[in-house]
């Protein structure tokens, strides 16, 4: 009986999180633009809201589940799902088919995405740093936007929207990572990859 071992069989479907990650970072870099002062609320943002940090995230998740990563499936799905109900939440009122959110409910909105956030926080402990900033980022820049719409505080909202560059500025870094060190079979640029 040989010891061979034998090499082992690719599943033949291409990393998905690189997508998720980047649809996640450039549409959270130019919402957090505008929380921070710089331009209004305009198309760009909603139509990045919908097409690239929605569907693009959506179809990143699904390809997750086709992977088994469930940790993947939920938090892509989730978070294409939360940008597509966060245009929901700006664009029903303006059509009149809903009433829109108040800063109460705005604050629940919130924060139930910031408990969630840091939920998913606690799964990035054994995977790499780099998602770990992400989450914990992300799971900051919800709190304060919380604490932004529950004091009416403008200077509590631009800070989160320095803030919110800052986060989607390192999922963008983590998807590029994920890229330029898949296409070069050697590590790039670092993610921290977690020896558990």
């Not at 010891?3 to 649809?23: E, F, H, Q, R, Y």
């Not at 992400?134 to 009416?152: C, I, K, W, Y």
């Not at 800052?166 to 999922?171: E, F, L, N, P, Q």
Request: charged share 10%.
């Amino acid at each position: 009986m040989s010891s061979i071992t034998p090499a082992p069989v690719k599943d033949g479907i291409a990393n998905p999180a690189p997508l998720g990650l980047c649809a996640f970072g450039m549409t959270t870099v130019l919402l957090n633009i505008h929380n921070a002062g710089f331009f209004e609320m305009n198309s760009m943002i909603l139509a990045m809201g919908i097409f690239y940090g929605g569907l693009a995230q959506v179809i990143a998740g699904v390809i997750e589940a086709k992977k088994n990563n469930t940790f993947g499936l939920t938090a892509f799905t989730s978070y294409g799902f939360f940008w597509l109900s966060l245009v929901g939440l700006i664009v029903l009122p303006k059509l009149g088919w809903a009433t829109a959110p108040s800063e109460g409910a705005m604050c629940a909105y919130l924060s139930v995405w910031g408990v969630f956030t840091l939920l998913l926080f606690f799964g990035t402990l054994k995977l790499n740093r780099a998602l770990q900033f992400v989450f914990a980022s992300l799971t900051v820049l919800f709190f304060l936007l919380v604490a932004g719409d529950a004091t009416g505080n403008p200077v509590i909202k631009h800070l989160a929207g320095y803030e919110g560059i800052i986060c989607g500025a390192s999922a963008i870094y983590t998807g590029i990572a994920n890229v330029l060190n898949e296409v070069y079979g050697r590590v790039v640029l670092p993610i921290g990859q977690v020896n558990v």
